[in-house]
């Protein structure tokens, strides 16, 4: 019995603790939201949504543009966890004074709110006494009134008479004298005080009667770095977008900006023009003289720098479809080409001009089999970081055992170039004949360097490295990540990895890869295939050339610091050529260099020019 006893107690225990448990449980499950309190979170007025910030003080206040009736607006008011009790949605009621509504919640709670709706007041005539003020020259602002005046009219002692909407003035009665002279610090503008239409708030104005130029806000110009715009190009008129132009580079990541504006206009204090990002730019408010706030949006900065020389295809001899590669090299610009036009005066190869355009001398084509042929004949060139040269051997139509070569030129005046690179297809591991889409080198090839050469209307890259000076003979092959590659197309390394700069029939433009060739961010739609990246002074820049559709070539220079999709999106040079010049394989170069001080860039497009640009930095 005791036995009996004990296991009755036993099981009833567990039952009760079942019990507790299983009710903890469903305690869980139950939605707290059902016990939150009812609150407005929005007002319809006459069928424009306003959604309201709450305080805790069950008050909503919503302010209309200025001169807004508010005797008879269609409301609608939007409550969570629960509804009004006095108030009729979707009628018209008066806001002339605070509404006082009732809110039950479906918590059971009661609560009163005050809704407050507000429209400032609005000048909507004014009338000198004894003049003709045409009312265009009234400007009404948010804290001013600046009417436009005869020069030599007498203000010491004008009758004015003010017609407003939801306001009434408290401190002038229209038709009476008043002096309106200024005489900043001791004497400013008359201070109006309108009281609106709720008979409680008060809106103060600065009544200004000037014969001064008067008109809405404009920026005239920007010191950038303490560097002054050569212009402020409009870019939309009517959504103040603007877009200020530098006559050299300088470092635009954190820039100090100073703001010229239009005559008489106030910038907004919070604007301090200190750590502007200007590779994206900003946005700032301008109070122009008619008392009108305007938000300009000031795009990234634009470099327009100072052109040092320019040779067109005819002046350089070059022949239709030749000149496909520039690069610098110890202060000269040298310019690859295959065939010269009927008549020249200067055979096809490497040629090296000065910084005047003067043509120098042919670099030295011994050993090298530049015969002039699609097979041996060199396209593409590139230098390193002393001026060392390297040509790659076009090899179209090669086989895949045909031997290829890349010749090294020390110097513009090397006469021994030496074939520094020697492959084939096979010796490469490829199924085909290489034909060298381009040739890219980061680095010194007396030190550490990257050389790439990719493959023409293929993939594959080849990377050959040098490190302390010795180069590894045996490349790695990448695979870029862009099918219908066209016949030329570039692999620019860096010190990140890659930037990929093609055309073709599946992509045209530029990419960012990481060292395993890991695309990052892109801009596609813009055909073009050679460029370089050049780190200078803590930034790393790319430079290209863009071939569009209207054939007019687009000298474009980035910031790619940070490999940012903005900035690729936002170039910092965008010079674009007058002259159509068909270029079907889209042959472009672009290179940097430090000469006397300052970075220069060279830009070539194929048919049209070669440019080169001292950047000023």
């Known amino acids: ?248 580079l300088t470092n635009l990541s954190t820039a100090t900006v100073q703001i010229n504006p239009g005559f008489g206009c106030i910038i907004d204090p919070a604007f301090t023009g200190t750590g502007i990002n200007m590779l994206q730019g900003f946005k700032v408010k301008i109070t122009g003289t008619n008392g009108v706030e305007t938000e300009f949006t000031v795009k990234n900065a634009l ?109 513009k005046d090397d006469t021994a170039p030496q074939a520094y690179i020697n492959y084939t297809g096979t010796s490469l591991g490829l199924t085909y004949g290489p034909r060298a889409a381009g040739i890219n080198i980061s680095g010194s090839l007396d030190g550490d360097a990257v050389i790439t050469v990719g493959m023409a209307q293929k993939t594959d890259v080849i990377v050959w490295t040098v490190t302390g000076g010795v180069l590894n003979p045996t490349p790695t092959i990448k695979s870029y990540n862009y099918t219908g590659t066209g016949y030329y197309y570039s692999i620019e390394p860096n010190d990140t990895g890659f930037v990929g700069i093609a055309s073709g029939t599946n992509f045209n433009g530029i990419n960012f890869l990481n060292s395993s060739m890991v695309e990052g961010a892109k801009v596609n739609g813009i055909p073009t295939s050679d460029g370089r990246v050049f780190t200078y002074k803590g930034r790393k820049y790319l430079a290209t050339v863009i071939i569009p559709g209207d054939n007019k070539a687009i000298f474009r220079m980035f910031d790619i610091t940070d490999s940012s999709q903005s900035s690729l999106d936002n170039p910092i040079m965008n010079i674009i050529s007058t002259t159509v010049a068909t270029n079907a394989n889209r042959t472009v170069d672009a290179d940097f260099a430090i000469i006397n001080g300052k970075l220069h860039v060279v830009f070539l497009a194929t048919n049209d020019k070669l440019a080169v640009y001292n950047l000023g930095f």
């Open 1 to 248: 019995m005791i036995l009996k006893t004990k296991n009755s107690i036993s099981m009833l225990l567990c039952l009760f603790i079942g019990v507790l448990l299983f009710s903890s449980c469903e305690a869980d499950k139950v939605d707290n939201r059902a016990f939150e309190g009812a609150k407005i979170v929005a007002l319809k007025l006459d069928g424009t949504l306003y959604t309201t910030t709450i305080d805790g003080s069950n008050e909503v206040k919503v302010v209309l543009k200025p001169g807004v009736p508010l005797t008879a607006i269609k409301t609608e008011i939007l409550v969570s966890n629960g509804s009004l009790t006095d108030f009729e949605n979707n009628v018209t009621h008066d806001f002339t004074k605070p509404v006082n509504v009732t809110v039950k919640g479906e918590d059971g709670n009661v609560t009163k709110w005050k809704l407050i709706v507000q429209s400032p007041p609005k000048l909507n005539y004014l009338e000198v006494v004894g003049m003709t003020i045409p009312q265009e020259k009234v400007h009404f602002g948010n804290t001013t009134i600046i009417v436009e005046i005869p020069v030599d009219t007498n203000v010491s002692n004008l009758a004015v008479n003010y017609t407003w909407l939801n306001g009434t003035m408290t401190n002038y009665t229209n038709g009476s004298t008043k002096d309106y002279t200024i005489s900043l610090p001791n004497k400013p503008p008359f201070k109006m005080e309108v009281l609106g239409a709720d008979g409680v708030t008060k809106y103060y104005y600065d009544v200004i009667f000037t014969s001064d130029p008067v008109g809405p806000a404009t920026i005239q110009s920007m010191v950038i770095n303490d560097i002054l715009t050569t212009q402020m190009v409009v870019v939309d008129a009517t959504k103040n977008i603007v877009q200020p132009v530098l006559p050299s």
């Open 303 to 411: 470099i327009d720098p100072t052109l040092v020389f320019a040779r067109t295809q005819a002046q350089l001899q070059l022949a239709a479809d030749a000149g496909s590669s520039a690069a610098f090299s110890n202060g000269s610009v040298l310019v690859t080409s295959h065939s010269m036009a009927t008549g020249a005066s200067l055979t096809y190869g490497i040629n090296a001009y000065d910084l005047s355009g003067n043509y120098v001398n042919a670099l030295s084509k011994t050993g090298t089999n530049f015969d002039n042929g699609a097979v041996t004949g060199i396209r593409k060139v590139a230098t390193d970081s002393n001026g060392k040269i390297l040509g790659v051997q076009l090899g179209a139509g090669a086989a895949t055992t045909t031997a290829l070569k890349i010749f090294k030129w020390n110097s």
